[in-house]
């Protein structure tokens, strides 16, 4: 089955800095790839995602880049806001089954 | 956006007690729900699949007779918790697809955080 990697465990940077969190996977099959955000006690949100005939997506100050050779995947957010601190998970998925496996997430402080 | 809603929100309960969360699609049909549990500072874990109209699949590890789940709607998919234990408290929430066969957003509940005493 698929399995997700997610690095770093946690990241702080100043306010106005930029966050990179890098996901690897492990099933060549998946072809859909969500960044959420989940703040404590909510349901996670659907930030940006990206599908596997697409290299790069940008939405305003967040972009995720794919490299389906290496089976990695990374979010970019710029211009880092105190409001961008959360938890943030990337997944995998794969057509069949449409199984949505989870990084293990990433703890995102913004300093201002 | 599809809306997915989740009841309750928090439940506190006795040990060896039964807990019924209902996850239910509000504006469309949905066929697939997924129930996932997180505890803290944990990742999401996928539990089942639960699909309407039918059994639900388990994942490795995940106890079917402990925790129930039922899809008997086109609409609400039902997880029953039987004979909790404090080790069961977590948050749990639950997903559905908006276009069922398709590699398509999931839409989350709002979470259930259920604490057995």
């Known amino acids: 089955g698929e399995n997700v990697e997610q690095h770093p465990s946690t990241l702080s940077v100043q306010e106005g800095d930029s966050a990179v969190i890098k996901c690897t996977y492990s099933?060549?099959?998946?072809?859909?790839f969500p960044w959420y955000k989940q703040e404590l006690g909510k349901r996670p949100q659907l930030i940006i995602d990206i599908r596997s005939n697409v290299g790069e997506k940008k939405d305003q100050r967040i972009a995720v880049t794919l490299n389906k050779t290496a089976k990695h995947f990374s979010l970019h957010i710029t211009e880092t806001q105190p409001e961008d601190s959360a938890v943030y998970f990337c997944?995998?998925?794969?057509?069949?089954?449409?199984?949505?496996?989870f990084g293990a997430g990433t703890i995102l402080r913004v300093k201002s | 956006g599809a809306v997915v809603s989740q009841h309750p929100s928090w439940v506190i309960c006795k040990s060896g007690t039964s807990v019924k969360i209902e996850c239910r699609s509000l504006d469309f049909q949905a066929t697939t729900m997924f129930w996932y549990r997180q505890f803290p500072k944990q990742s999401l874990m996928l539990m089942a699949t639960s699909n309407e109209g039918s059994k639900a699949t388990y994942e490795q590890g995940v106890e079917k007779d402990k925790f129930l789940i039922n899809h008997a709607s086109l609409t609400l998919s039902t997880l029953t918790v039987t004979s909790a234990h404090p080790e069961d408290s977590s948050f749990y929430i639950c997903?559905?697809?908006?276009?069922?066969?398709?590699?398509?957003?999931?839409?989350f509940g709002e979470g259930s955080r259920l604490t057995v005493l």
């Open positions: 997903s559905a697809l908006e276009l069922p066969g398709s590699t398509g957003e999931l839409f």
């Open positions: 997944a995998a998925i794969r057509r069949r089954g449409n199984k949505l496996v």
């Open positions: 099933d060549s099959a998946s072809n859909y």
